[in-house]
């Protein structure tokens, strides 16, 4: 069996680690670094980067730069207003409340985009280990829901890549802990990314991680600060030079850049300072924008940001029926926690217990995900994994309400079921309408599909006896069936929500993403042609300036002409065969030279008499 590998699919970035003798190692990416940014790049011929090479675009080409895409995942357009008014890219209806992407006229669905970052990820990870990567653990915030869940897998299988494992991110991070540490502690993970915020409490040992309590808000992330600093941003540049900058995309796109290095530089100094010059211009010149932010400042301006992420490990608390001073340790997860202040207010609700820095927060949930990958392939002690569900699941019942058959909090994997009946005489079918949260009536809920039992024998109203049976897996993936206990008859279905896929959608994706792969490699190819054409022209350059004095008119002549004819295929983008064609020329012409030259240089040397020693 090849490597499992462990991903953290993140908002940012996302890692990839696997386990070699029992210990964690990162995997580094083409670009060499431990980190890839969940980005990805359209050129305007249509050309895709992943990767550092898409966030460097980001700035120039904000319209056609995917950042951020897992605040789409598995959501329906309705729910992501917000999100989308904040990004550069067109966020598009793709009928059915399906959420999409649109570069260049062409619509991507998110599962798409993830699964050109799980790609690359996959690709490298291929790169470095020698050897193909099939299989992962995938790593997802607590508060995904099962829409969102699905959503990840299906990404997952468009990348070529079997995703054995869905795990909740903070409790991937209890996982490196428990190998790390082996000895039992009750822990709080406080996991504050790009995109959310998740906050966990387990009970661990060598051997258990077993959540007792999540809590969180998916809608809550560094994004949200970096937000928050540009409308400041624009507001300050607002009253000072009366313009309104916000509505633009690409100023609001530089905005952001400079907002989130300001917020970084302020996680070490205590001031920083953000120039953005030429930012934009009226009748009287350009405009520039120079301010100073101090690190009270940001801590003012964000405050009530940090404070939610504070109110949610509070209601993760009363839910463990745990008192702060109960917690053994905090593990700061996610690049947002190495903000002070985010410390600081941490610090002050777990009074008295100590921030677990020892982790690197970009790097500790891939760990997670890989000693997960461990366990699955045999490598790593199994540790048994009880992790619980955050939200209640039920079905609609009569007078438009909701019956919850799994409570919020309930370990996972689970099984439970309930008995349904008709409501009227005679009825032959019965409609499961399964839905997800806490509130009574079934509207207030979120519908995650519906299925019909139908052949139910007819009977006075009341009497059949129909059984309905919700699954939830180790994925937190959410199964339904229903079965008439009398006639036997039965179905079901794993849900498969308005913005889930079909199994067509997915192969039409993976087919998609291969040709788009293989068109990626010829463009690689010919890049690398074009590269080697040119470096062997301006060898070819030097040569001729070098050897000028050895030689012939003609050959001179033959050679600027060789160069010339060079370029020219170049600026006139030839094809690979002629550049193939060339490239051959070129050595064969310039070896041919420099044999010419060196044979000359010997016979010069030939025809130096030297006196024999002694004479
Ligand atoms: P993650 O999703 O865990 O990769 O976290 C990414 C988020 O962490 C982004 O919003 C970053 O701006 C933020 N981040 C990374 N490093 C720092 C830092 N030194 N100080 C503040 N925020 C940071």
Same mark, same amino acid.
């Given at each position: 069996?090849?490597?499992?590998?462990?991903?953290?699919?993140?908002?940012?970035?996302?890692?990839?680690?696997?386990?070699?003798?029992?210990?964690?190692?990162?995997?580094?990416?083409?670009?060499? %670094?431990?980190?890839?940014?969940?980005?990805?790049?359209?050129?305007?011929?249509?050309?895709?980067?992943?990767?550092?090479?898409?966030?460097?675009?980001?700035?120039?080409?904000?319209?056609?730069?995917?950042?951020?895409?897992?605040?789409?995942?598995?959501?329906?357009?309705?729910?992501?207003? +917000?999100?989308?008014?904040?990004?550069?890219?067109? *966020?598009?209806? @793709?009928?059915?409340?399906?959420? &999409?992407?649109?570069?260049?006229?062409?619509?991507?669905?998110?599962?798409?985009?993830? %699964?050109?970052?799980?790609?690359?990820?996959?690709?490298?990870?291929?790169?470095?280990?020698?050897?193909?990567?099939?299989?992962? *653990?995938?790593?997802?915030?607590?508060?995904?829901?099962?829409? $969102?869940?699905?959503?990840?897998?299906?990404?997952?299988?468009?990348?070529?890549?079997?995703?054995?494992?869905?795990?909740?991110?903070?409790?991937? %991070?209890?996982?490196?802990?428990?190998?790390?540490?082996?000895?039992?502690?009750?822990?709080?993970?406080?996991?504050?990314?790009?995109?959310?915020?998740?906050?966990?409490?387990?009970?661990?040992?060598?051997?258990?991680?077993?959540?007792?309590?999540?809590? &969180?808000?998916?809608?809550?992330?560094?994004?949200?600060?970096?937000?928050? @600093?540009?409308?400041?941003?624009?507001?300050?540049?607002?009253?000072?030079?009366?313009?309104?900058?916000?509505?633009?995309?690409?100023?609001?796109?530089?905005?952001?850049?400079?907002?989130?290095?300001?917020?970084?530089? #302020?996680?070490?100094?205590?001031?920083?300072?953000?120039? !953005?010059?030429?930012?934009?211009?009226?009748?009287?010149?350009?405009?520039?924008?120079?301010?100073?932010?101090?690190?009270?400042?940001?801590?003012?301006?964000?405050?009530?940001?940090?404070?939610?992420?504070?109110?949610?490990?509070?209601?993760?608390?009363?839910?463990?029926?745990?008192?702060?001073?109960?917690?053994?340790?905090?593990?700061?997860?996610?690049? +947002?926690?190495?903000?002070?202040?985010?410390?600081?207010?941490?610090?002050?609700?777990?009074?008295?217990?100590?921030?677990?820095?020892?982790?690197?927060?970009?790097?500790?949930?891939?760990?997670?995900?890989?000693?997960?990958?461990?366990?699955?392939?045999?490598?790593?002690?199994?540790?048994?994994?009880?992790?619980?569900?955050?939200?209640? !699941?039920?079905?609609?019942?009569?007078?438009?309400?909701?019956?919850?058959?799994?409570?919020?909090?309930?370990?996972?994997?689970?099984?439970?079921?309930?008995?349904?009946?008709?409501?009227?005489?005679?009825?032959?079918?019965?409609?499961?309408?399964?839905?997800?949260?806490?509130? $009574?009536?079934?509207?207030?809920?979120?519908?995650?599909?519906?299925?019909?039992?139908?052949?139910? $024998?007819?009977?006075?109203?009341?009497?059949?006896?129909?059984?309905?049976?919700?699954?939830?897996?180790?994925?937190?993936?959410?199964?339904?069936?229903?079965?008439?206990?009398?006639?036997?008859?039965?179905?079901?279905?794993?849900?498969?929500?308005?913005?889930?896929?079909?199994?067509?959608?997915?192969?039409?994706?993976?087919?998609?993403?291969?040709?788009?792969?293989?068109?990626?490699?010829?463009?690689?190819?010919? $890049?690398? @042609?074009?590269?080697?054409?040119?470096?062997?022209?301006?060898?070819?350059?030097?040569? #001729?300036?070098?050897?000028?004095?050895?030689?012939?008119?003609?050959?001179?002549?033959?050679?600027?002409?060789? #160069?010339?004819?060079?370029?020219?295929?170049?600026?006139?983008?030839?094809? +690979?065969?002629?550049?193939?064609?060339?490239?051959?020329?070129?050595?064969?012409?310039?070896?041919? !030279?420099?044999?010419?030259?060196?044979?000359? %240089?010997?016979?010069?040397?030939?025809?130096?008499?030297?006196?024999?020693?002694?004479?």
């Amino acid at each position: 069996m090849g490597k499992i590998i462990g991903i953290d699919l993140g908002t940012t970035n996302s890692v990839a680690c696997y386990i070699e003798h029992g210990e964690p190692r990162v995997i580094i990416n083409e670009e060499g %670094a431990r980190l890839t940014p969940s980005i990805v790049g359209f050129s305007k011929d249509g050309d895709r980067f992943v990767g550092d090479i898409a966030k460097r675009q980001l700035l120039m080409y904000p319209e056609n730069t995917i950042h951020s895409i897992k605040r789409f995942m598995g959501r329906r357009v309705g729910e992501v207003r +917000s999100e989308a008014s904040k990004v550069a890219y067109a *966020v598009v209806d @793709l009928g059915e409340e399906k959420v &999409g992407v649109e570069v260049g006229g062409k619509a991507y669905t998110p599962q798409q985009i993830s %699964a050109f970052i799980l790609q690359k990820v996959k690709k490298s990870a291929e790169d470095f280990l020698g050897e193909p990567v099939e299989q992962a *653990v995938v790593t997802v915030p607590a508060y995904f829901d099962d829409r $969102q869940r699905q959503a990840t897998k299906d990404a997952g299988r468009i990348a070529g890549l079997d995703v054995l494992r869905i795990i909740n991110e903070p409790t991937a %991070a209890a996982l490196a802990y428990t190998i790390r540490r082996k000895k039992a502690a009750t822990i709080a993970v406080y996991d504050f990314g790009g995109g959310t915020f998740d906050i966990s409490i387990l009970d661990v040992d060598a051997d258990v991680a077993e959540v007792r309590a999540t809590a &969180g808000n998916n809608h809550l992330g560094g994004n949200d600060i970096d937000n928050r @600093l540009v409308d400041w941003l624009a507001s300050e540049f607002k009253k000072a030079n009366g313009i309104d900058i916000s509505q633009d995309r690409m100023v609001r796109q530089r905005l952001l850049e400079a907002a989130e290095k300001a917020k970084m530089d #302020l996680s070490t100094a205590m001031e920083t300072e953000i120039h !953005l010059p030429f930012l934009t211009a009226d009748e009287s010149g350009p405009k520039h924008l120079q301010t100073v932010l101090s690190r009270a400042a940001f801590e003012f301006l964000v405050e009530d940001l940090l404070r939610l992420t504070i109110d949610e490990c509070s209601k993760a608390l009363s839910e463990s029926r745990l008192a702060p001073s109960q917690i053994n340790e905090v593990i700061m997860v996610g690049g +947002s926690s190495r903000i002070p202040k985010v410390q600081e207010m941490v610090k002050q609700l777990f009074i008295g217990c100590p921030l677990n820095k020892s982790f690197n927060p970009d790097e500790v949930v891939a760990v997670g995900a890989a000693v997960q990958a461990g366990m699955l392939g045999g490598s790593v002690q199994d540790v048994t994994l009880l992790d619980v569900t955050n939200f209640s !699941l039920g079905i609609e019942v009569e007078g438009r309400r909701y019956a919850r058959l799994i409570p919020k909090g309930s370990t996972v994997p689970v099984v439970r079921s309930q008995m349904v009946s008709t409501v009227v005489d005679n009825q032959k079918t019965v409609k499961i309408h399964v839905l997800q949260g806490e509130e $009574q009536l079934a509207k207030d809920n979120i519908s995650l599909g519906d299925f019909e039992l139908t052949e139910i $024998q007819a009977a006075p109203r009341g009497v059949p006896r129909v059984e309905v049976t919700f699954t939830i897996d180790t994925d937190g993936i959410v199964n339904v069936a229903a079965k008439d206990k009398l006639t036997g008859a039965s179905q079901g279905l794993t849900i498969h929500s308005p913005s889930g896929m079909s199994q067509k959608a997915i192969d039409d994706a993976r087919a998609e993403l291969e040709a788009m792969e293989e068109a990626d490699d010829f463009t690689r190819e010919m $890049q690398d @042609l074009r590269n080697r054409v040119e470096k062997q022209l301006f060898g070819l350059e030097s040569f #001729l300036r070098d050897s000028k004095l050895s030689l012939k008119k003609r050959e001179i002549f033959d050679t600027e002409q060789a #160069l010339k004819r060079g370029r020219m295929a170049l600026v006139k983008k030839a094809d +690979s065969d002629a550049l193939q064609e060339l490239s051959q020329y070129l050595v064969n012409y310039q070896d041919h !030279l420099q044999q010419r030259v060196d044979a000359d %240089a010997v016979d010069d040397v030939g025809s130096i008499s030297l006196m024999s020693p002694g004479e």
